[in-house]
């Protein structure tokens, strides 16, 4: 069973492009999160997902920041026009569906993807 | 707001002690606590879990002790090897998936 995953795992973009992060879930996973974590600090929400569903995104900025974890294929974080300040690693987790015993989940991390922004 | 802290930003351990790190949390409402192990350049790795309703889990070299009166986690390395130098985080959660992390210690162990 493969683990997280995400591409790329490294991204340069100079200031005002487009940064595209991708997470493939865990196998019979249909949660996603994505974390923004800064250089010796710990990992900070963002948003949640489900397939075709945002359910909290309360962590994300309100401009420039989107997500979507469609249907078919990985769940995507796009930042628009990137500064400096999102210079981060961001990661994706993902978690089963909660089930009759257990509505708590543990959430499983993919290696992240380093954006340096120029 | 909600915070989770962590005592210690680095710990330096002799290979072979036991290593303590400690976790203290803010929201009572957290019932469902995880240690993370982070090693440089990789995403945050799954050591061990504890439920509001224990008090103590153990693992492989690994035991995580909850004590809900103050609030504070522990998590116990045995025998510590110099593969466990890295940064670790607690996660304390309440709900179904909000994840609050504290900042992370980082364990270095010295031959």
């Known amino acids: 069973n493969a683990g997280v995953m995400q591409n790329p795992r490294h991204l340069v973009r100079r200031r005002g492009q487009e940064a595209r992060l991708r997470c493939s879930p865990m196998?019979?996973?249909?949660?996603v999160y994505w974390y923004r974590q800064l250089p010796e600090e710990g990992l900070k929400f963002m948003v949640y997902?489900?397939?075709?569903?945002?359910?909290?995104e309360s962590g994300m900025p309100k401009e420039r920041f989107s997500a979507e974890f469609p249907k078919e294929g990985p769940s995507i974080l796009r930042i628009q026009q990137v500064v400096r300040g999102d210079s981060a690693a961001y990661f994706c987790?993902?978690?089963?569906?909660?089930?009759?015993?257990?509505?708590?989940?543990?959430?499983?991390f993919g290696p992240g993807t380093r954006l340096t922004v120029l | 707001g909600e915070s989770v802290g962590l005592h210690l930003p680095t710990l330096s351990v002799q290979e072979g002690d036991n290593s303590i790190i400690n976790c203290a949390y803010s929201?009572?409402?957290?019932?469902?606590f995880i240690w993370y192990k982070q090693e440089s350049g990789k995403g945050p790795q799954f050591i061990i879990d504890?439920?509001?309703?224990?008090d103590k889990r153990q693992g492989q070299r690994v035991t995580v002790l909850l004590n809900k009166t103050v609030k504070h986690l522990s998590l116990q390395i045995a025998a510590t090897q110099p593969g466990d130098s890295a940064v670790y985080f607690c996660?304390?959660?309440?709900?179904?998936?909000?994840?609050?992390f504290g900042t992370g210690t980082r364990l270095k162990v010295l031959a």
């Open positions: 987790a993902s978690s089963p569906p909660p089930t009759l015993w257990s509505y708590t989940d543990t959430q499983y």
């Open positions: 196998k019979g996973h249909s949660h």
């Open positions: 997902l489900q397939k075709e569903n945002i359910i909290d």
């Open positions: 929201n009572s409402a957290s019932d469902y």
């Open positions: 504890i439920r509001s309703n224990m």
């Open positions: 996660a304390a959660i309440s709900g179904t998936y909000k994840y609050i």
